[in-house]
Protein backbone atom coordinates (compact mmCIF):
# COMPACT_ATOMS: atom_id res chain seq x y z
CA UNK A 1 0.00 0.00 0.00
CA UNK A 2 1.22 3.97 -0.57
CA UNK A 3 -0.62 6.21 1.25
CA UNK A 4 -0.61 9.64 -0.94
CA UNK A 5 -1.41 13.10 0.59
CA UNK A 6 -1.64 16.68 -1.44
CA UNK A 7 -1.30 19.79 0.08
CA UNK A 8 -0.82 23.60 -1.31
CA UNK A 9 -3.92 23.72 -3.18
CA UNK A 10 -5.78 27.61 -2.55
CA UNK A 11 -7.29 30.68 -4.11
CA UNK A 12 -5.35 32.76 -6.37
CA UNK A 13 -6.13 35.39 -9.39
CA UNK A 14 -5.46 34.42 -12.72
CA UNK A 15 -1.49 34.70 -13.62
CA UNK A 16 -0.73 33.66 -10.00
CA UNK A 17 1.39 30.63 -9.41
CA UNK A 18 0.93 27.56 -6.75
CA UNK A 19 3.11 24.71 -5.68
CA UNK A 20 1.57 21.83 -4.46
CA UNK A 21 2.99 19.02 -3.04
CA UNK A 22 2.11 15.34 -2.38
CA UNK A 23 4.33 13.23 0.85
CA UNK A 24 4.09 9.49 -0.08
CA UNK A 25 4.54 7.14 2.73
CA UNK A 26 4.06 2.80 2.53
CA UNK A 27 5.83 1.09 0.02
CA UNK A 28 9.08 2.43 -2.00
CA UNK A 29 8.55 5.92 -3.11
CA UNK A 30 10.95 5.52 -5.88
CA UNK A 31 9.95 2.36 -7.20
CA UNK A 32 6.51 4.50 -8.78
CA UNK A 33 6.35 7.01 -11.52
CA UNK A 34 3.94 9.42 -10.05
CA UNK A 35 1.89 11.56 -11.71
CA UNK A 36 -0.90 14.86 -11.31
CA UNK A 37 -4.26 14.53 -12.26
CA UNK A 38 -7.24 16.72 -12.12
CA UNK A 39 -11.08 16.91 -11.98
CA UNK A 40 -13.76 19.39 -12.05
CA UNK A 41 -17.31 18.30 -10.96
CA UNK A 42 -19.27 17.07 -13.74
CA UNK A 43 -16.41 16.17 -15.58
CA UNK A 44 -13.75 13.19 -16.01
CA UNK A 45 -10.96 13.01 -14.32
CA UNK A 46 -8.20 14.34 -16.80
CA UNK A 47 -4.10 13.58 -16.81
CA UNK A 48 -1.61 16.21 -16.15
CA UNK A 49 1.57 15.35 -15.55
CA UNK A 50 4.06 12.87 -15.18
CA UNK A 51 7.31 11.64 -13.91
CA UNK A 52 9.01 8.66 -13.97
CA UNK A 53 11.06 7.16 -10.88
CA UNK A 54 14.40 8.70 -11.38
CA UNK A 55 12.91 11.86 -12.47
CA UNK A 56 14.72 11.77 -15.51
CA UNK A 57 11.69 12.11 -17.40
CA UNK A 58 8.48 14.00 -17.32
CA UNK A 59 5.57 14.25 -19.21
CA UNK A 60 2.31 16.64 -19.70
CA UNK A 61 -0.83 17.45 -20.89
CA UNK A 62 -0.66 20.04 -24.11
CA UNK A 63 -3.16 22.05 -21.86
CA UNK A 64 -0.52 22.74 -19.03
CA UNK A 65 3.07 22.91 -21.20
CA UNK A 66 4.93 25.95 -20.58
CA UNK A 67 3.42 26.31 -17.61
CA UNK A 68 3.42 22.97 -14.74
CA UNK A 69 6.37 22.08 -13.88
CA UNK A 70 6.61 18.40 -12.01
CA UNK A 71 9.43 17.36 -10.52
CA UNK A 72 10.36 14.99 -7.34
CA UNK A 73 12.47 14.80 -4.43
CA UNK A 74 13.01 10.40 -3.69
CA UNK A 75 14.64 11.43 -0.71
CA UNK A 76 11.70 12.93 0.73
CA UNK A 77 9.23 10.96 -0.65
CA UNK A 78 7.60 13.79 -2.11
CA UNK A 79 6.65 14.69 -5.77
CA UNK A 80 6.01 18.76 -6.48
CA UNK A 81 3.73 20.69 -9.31
CA UNK A 82 4.48 23.48 -9.77
CA UNK A 83 2.01 25.69 -11.20
CA UNK A 84 2.62 29.24 -13.03
CA UNK A 85 0.35 31.75 -15.31
CA UNK A 86 -2.76 30.10 -13.97
CA UNK A 87 -5.95 30.22 -15.73
CA UNK A 88 -9.33 30.24 -14.26
CA UNK A 89 -9.80 26.81 -16.42
CA UNK A 90 -7.13 25.65 -14.19
CA UNK A 91 -9.77 25.31 -11.44
CA UNK A 92 -10.32 21.81 -10.39
CA UNK A 93 -9.26 19.28 -7.49
CA UNK A 94 -5.91 18.21 -7.75
CA UNK A 95 -4.96 14.63 -7.13
CA UNK A 96 -1.58 12.59 -6.88
CA UNK A 97 -1.26 9.31 -8.20
CA UNK A 98 1.19 6.42 -7.86
CA UNK A 99 2.20 4.79 -10.86
CA UNK A 100 3.92 1.14 -11.36
CA UNK A 101 4.29 2.25 -15.03
CA UNK A 102 5.48 5.57 -16.43
CA UNK A 103 3.84 5.66 -20.03
CA UNK A 104 0.76 5.23 -19.82
CA UNK A 105 0.16 6.16 -16.43
CA UNK A 106 -2.15 3.51 -15.09
CA UNK A 107 -2.68 4.60 -11.11
CA UNK A 108 -2.29 2.26 -8.39
CA UNK A 109 -2.73 4.49 -5.89
CA UNK A 110 -4.74 7.93 -5.19
CA UNK A 111 -4.83 10.66 -2.57
CA UNK A 112 -8.17 12.31 -1.78
CA UNK A 113 -6.98 15.76 -3.49
CA UNK A 114 -6.47 19.26 -3.09
CA UNK A 115 -8.66 22.14 -4.26
CA UNK A 116 -6.86 24.53 -6.76
CA UNK A 117 -9.40 27.67 -7.74
CA UNK A 118 -8.17 30.89 -10.56
CA UNK A 119 -10.49 33.50 -10.09
CA UNK A 120 -10.56 36.04 -13.19
Known amino acids: QVQLVESGGGSVQAGGSLRLSCAAS????????MAWFRQVPGKEREFVAA????????YYADSVKGRFTISRDNAKNTVYLQLNSLKPEDTAVYYC?????????????WGLGTQVTVSS
Open 97 to 109: AASSKFLPIAADY
Open 26 to 33: GRTFSDYA
Open 51 to 58: IERSGGHT
